[in-house]
């Protein structure tokens, strides 16, 4: 698990926090030990956004030329499934994270907006996009043009999140359902994860080819192999043994 902790500042998103959270996904993502990553942040907050004083200050010349928050991108790159694990404010960058990851689990306090209008800017990570593919046009645009938040109910409703629970239920509840997925084979849990984000990049088409030829691929694994032969024998399969 990994755990955004700046609160002074409700986990707002500095460049220390982006390369601190991002190096230890990296980490965890190339341990072949870890079927599961669960990043979450305080019960107030999973992330309040990017770090509004340490753009204050930044012309166009700078964002534009450092490429700002563009190293977030890394988590969206991590093989290994991530669940978001959201209690409190996941708003501006703290919604976007949230979004890059595989899965979001909010707690019932969970509240996410995307309030970039409000400083005069708009979504930087993604927003716009992941944000309208996950929830539409009418409710993207309401976001973003209006800066209002949305509740743990109206998200899950939208499609934003996969499940809400009480907020002292939360991190159980992420933590069991990463333990449930690293019960799987890994290779398989990757297949399925690159699966579903076909799903985002192309049309109907071309997307249904390429869950055939990923489908087709897990023949080749111990996955199906064992997962297959434990069904027959009715037993439970032991997956990631070695
Ligand atoms: C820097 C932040 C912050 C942020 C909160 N804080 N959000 N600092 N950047 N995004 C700081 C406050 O300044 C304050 O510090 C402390 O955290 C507690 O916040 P309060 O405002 O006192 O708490 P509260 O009254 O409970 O209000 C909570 C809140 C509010 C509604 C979440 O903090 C808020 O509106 N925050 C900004 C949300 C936002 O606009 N996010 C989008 C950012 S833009 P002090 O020192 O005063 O105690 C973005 C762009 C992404 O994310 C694109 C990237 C390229």
């Not at 002292?168 to 984000?197: P, Q, R, S, W």
Request: aromatic share 6%; proline share 3%.
């Amino acid at each position: 698990m990994v755990t955004l902790h700046r609160p002074k500042a409700l986990n707002a998103l500095n460049s220390t926090v982006m390369r601190e959270v991002t190096a230890a996904v990296a980490g965890l993502d190339t341990d072949p030990g870890i079927g599961a990553i669960v990043i979450t942040g305080s019960e107030k907050a999973f992330a309040a956004g990017a770090d509004i004083k340490e753009m204050a200050e930044l012309g166009f010349a700078d964002v534009h030329g450092q490429e700002f928050f563009a190293g977030w991108d890394a988590l969206v790159r991590a093989r290994t499934p991530i669940i978001a694990a959201v209690a409190g404010y996941a708003l501006g960058g703290g919604c976007e994270v949230a979004m890059m990851c595989d899965m979001i689990i909010a707690a019932d306090t969970a509240k996410f907006g995307q309030p970039e209008i409000t400083l005069g800017v708009i979504p930087g990570m993604g927003g716009s996009q992941r944000l309208t593919r996950a929830v539409g046009k009418a409710k993207a645009m309401d976001l973003c043009l209006t800066g209002r938040q949305m509740g743990a109910e109206e998200a899950e409703r939208a499609g934003l999140v996969a499940r809400v629970v009480p907020a002292a239920d939360l991190l159980d509840t992420a933590m069991a359902t990463a333990a449930t997925i690293a019960g799987m084979a890994k290779t398989t849990a990757i297949m399925a994860k690159d699966a579903v984000n076909a799903a985002f990049e192309t049309t109907l088409t071309q997307g249904v080819k390429t869950e055939r030829r990923i489908f087709y691929s897990t023949f080749a694994t111990a996955g199906q192999a064992e997962g297959m032969s434990a069904f027959i024998a009715k037993r439970k399969p032991e997956f990631n043994k070695g």
